[in-house]
Every structure is written in structure tokens, then in C-alpha cells.
């Protein structure tokens, strides 16, 4: 029996320039680097604690104010070196950078930006779960000059490609250009990833949820509504069980949501009032956003498109709800419906005066 005959990501992208007559190739040579920079890193993931840069690296703490993990600096260094050579890039950003990375000027600089998560889900490294990197690709606003931050400020609704890849038991790349989602598995005897996953589609329903109930006393009530009536299962309005999932991987919770339906909220909540949400805009929201929608799923902030949010700072944070979209849509309509109020004020919250019944 002969195997089916698979694309490899280069000829997809070879049959996706087809479409752009007069494209220069600066994209797809882009998007090539980056996927060699995911292999580089699914190498060294692979490894294991057999391999280097398991630990934390001796007390640092990145700009989010998380542990670094010594993988989160190598997986970094590795998008910035394997990338800054390619001439199709302006410049760069990532989580674990505060300032924007300005191109060498020993490299040739080009029209886009790349922003990206080099190693998601590391805090979770040592216990060997699955974790990823997620990239944006942007159009530079200034040409090949020097970049600032400003720069990097683009609302999710224009980037131009995402992807992420998954380190798990295989490892994946999926990626959209903004034509549908496409994921490839990583041929570890070609060393090639190949087209295995073409127009992977999110399901409209799912019967499963994905949230870190640790934070509940802190959630909103429109948030807590929506839980509650999934836990409620057949017994409740929803007249149907829920499965709960979580990883504390983003990217593997994504990745399944995209196999097979799902929602995933990691929603605005009142534990820290410096941080409206957990997860990045720039380089998790609008990523994994793009991706969700191009798969035919949603992606929201609670109440309004993530894509339509207008950044305000590079490592701006957000809450974040995904997947199956009618889902997406209910806690949308939980949250208009909410009073302003409720949402807001300390009184309703879990152990306030007036706090909302279960
Ligand atoms: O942003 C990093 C991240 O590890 C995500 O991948 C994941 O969804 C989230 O944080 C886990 O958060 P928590 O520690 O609250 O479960």
C-alpha cells in the first residue's frame, strides 16, 4: 500500500505564494525560519532532564514578573537568532523581552514584525506536559526603520499569519495565512513538517470547558454564571453534561479545542487589579485568536472580539475566552446582560454583601 502523498509545509507555502503572483517570497522564507526555529526547540524540549536548561534560571524573573525558566531563554534566543539572519523582518518582540529587539545591522531588514511566546506553558516544563511557542506576523508600519513599540501596536484583526507549535508526543506546527488553519506534523525521520491536518475546523457545540476553577471567588458573575450551569450538567438549564479540562498549557489546550471543540476561558477576573486577565494580548490572545477564527471558532475578551481590541502596551494583558462558537457567543451574552455594576463592584463579588447566587 502506498502513503498518501503529503505536502511539506515549504510546498505549501509554494502553493499558498501561487495565489500572490507578484509576493516577493520574504513571507514564506519568514515563515520558514520560524518553523525551523520551533524544530530547534522541540529538539532541545525532547531532551528532557537529560538535556540542558530544565531548571529555573538561578531567581530571574521576566518581564511579566514570572520565574524564568532556563528553556523559556534558550527557546527565546533561539526565534531571536534563527529569525534576526532573514532579512524579511523590522524587528521583533517577546514575552520574555521588555523592550522590542531591533534587527542587527549586519542583517538586511525587511516589512514585517514577528511577535511571539517562545516556550508557552513552561512553567510546567519539569512535569513533562506538552508546551509550544505562538508567533504573530505583523506588517511593519515604518518600513525597514528601526522599531519602537508603538509599532508593535496593531489590533489583532490585522495580523497577517499565527501559528503555534505543540511539543507533545508529536510534535505540530498549525498555522494560518489567513486562508483557513492548516497543521502539520513534524516528520522527525525528514526532519520536514508535513501537511497532515488541511482546514481544521473548530466544531460549533462542544460538551467541554477548559478553566482554572482555583479562581473562582474571583471570577465575574457572568463568568460564574456559565460555570455553574456547565457543572450543573443535565440537572441545570444546559440539559447536558460538561467535561472540565485543565492543562495550564495554552497551547495544548488550544490545540485540542481545534481537534475537537471546546472552550477555554481564562476570563478578566478581580485577583489582581493590576492585571486584567492572565494571558498576553500581543503574543497569546491575538495568536491563538486569529487561529480559533480561521478555524471557524470565536475568540472574545467576555464581551467584545479579542481581534477588534486595540493594544495599548507591548505586554499588555487581557481576558480571554475561546473556541466552539456558540459557546463563545452564550458567555458573550452572559456578560451583556450582566449589569455594569454587578461586574464592578466589590459588593457582589464571591464574599460580598450581595453576592450573586450560585
Ligand atoms: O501564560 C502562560 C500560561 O502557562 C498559559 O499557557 C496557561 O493557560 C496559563 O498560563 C496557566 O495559568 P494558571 O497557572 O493560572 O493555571
Known amino acids: 500500500m502506498t502513503s498518501p502523498h503529503r505536502l511539506t509545509l515549504t510546498q505549501f507555502l509554494i502553493e499558498e505564494r501561487r495565489r500572490f503572483p507578484h509576493a516577493s517570497g520574504d513571507f514564506n522564507s519568514l515563515i520558514l525560519n520560524v518553523a525551523l526555529a520551533c524544530k530547534s526547540i522541540a529538539r532541545k524540549v525532547a531532551f528532557g532532564a537529560l538535556g540542558a536548561g530544565q531548571g529555573d534560571v538561578g531567581g530571574a524573573i521576566n518581564v511579566q514578573g514570572e520565574t524564568q525558566k532556563e528553556m523559556d531563554v534558550v527557546s527565546n534566543q533561539v526565534f531571536l537568532q534563527v529569525n534576526e539572519w532573514c532579512g524579511c523582518l523590522a524587528g521583533m518582540a517577546s514575552e520574555e523581552m521588555a523592550e522590542p529587539y531591533q534587527i ?3 542583517y538586511p531588514k525587511g516589512k514585517y514584525l514577528l511577535v511571539f511566546d517562545p516556550l508557552d506553558g513552561s512553567s510546567n516544563i519539569d512535569v513533562n506536559v506538552a508546551v509550544g511557542s505562538i508567533f504573530s506576523v505583523l506588517r511593519a508600519p515604518n518600513g525597514d526603520a528601526a522599531v519602537t513599540e508603538q509599532d508593535f501596536l496593531q489590533a ?12 507533545g508526543p508529536a510534535t505540530m506546527l498549525v498555522l494560518t495565512v489567513g486562508n483557513g488553519v492548516n497543521g502539520f506534523t513534524l516528520d522527525l525521520e525528514l526532519g520536514e513538517f508535513m501537511l497532515t491536518h488541511p482546514a481544521m475546523q473548530v466544531p460549533p457545540d462542544t460538551c467541554e470547558f477548559a478553566i482554572n476553577a482555583s ?4 471570577w465575574e458573575p457572568p463568568v460564574k454564571r456559565y ?6 450538567g443535565q440537572t441545570g438549564g444546559r440539559c447536558k453534561d460538561f467535561n472540565m479540562r485543565w492543562i495550564a498549557s495554552m497551547v495544548a489546550e488550544a490545540h485540542r479545542i481545534l481537534m475537537r471543540g471546546g472552550v477555554f476561558l481564562y476570563p478578566r477576573d478581580s485577583k489582581d487589579a493590576s492585571k486584567p486577565g492572565r494571558l498576553r494580548l500581543l503574543y497569546e490572545a491575538n495568536p491563538i485568536g486569529f487561529i480559533i477564527e480561521q478555524a471557524g471558532g470565536r475568540a472574545s475578551t467576555g464581551r467584545l472580539p479579542v481581534l477588534d481590541v486595540k493594544p495599548t502596551s507591548l505586554h499588555q494583558r487581557i481576558g480571554l475566552v475561546f473556541g466552539s462558537r456558540n459557546e463563545v457567543d452564550r458567555i458573550e451574552r452572559y456578560h451583556n446582560d450582566a449589569q455594569p455594576t454587578e461586574m464592578m463592584n466589590p459588593l457582589f463579588n464571591e464574599h460580598g454583601l450581595f453576592r450573586m447566587p450560585a
Not at 227 to 232: G, L, R, W
Open 156 to 167: 489583532g484583526a490585522s495580523q497577517v499569519a499565527a501559528g503555534y507549535a505543540v511539543y
Open 227 to 232: 460555570v455553574d450551569e456547565c457543572m450543573a
Open 104 to 106: 542587527p545591522d549586519c
Open 215 to 218: 479562581n473562582s471567588r474571583f
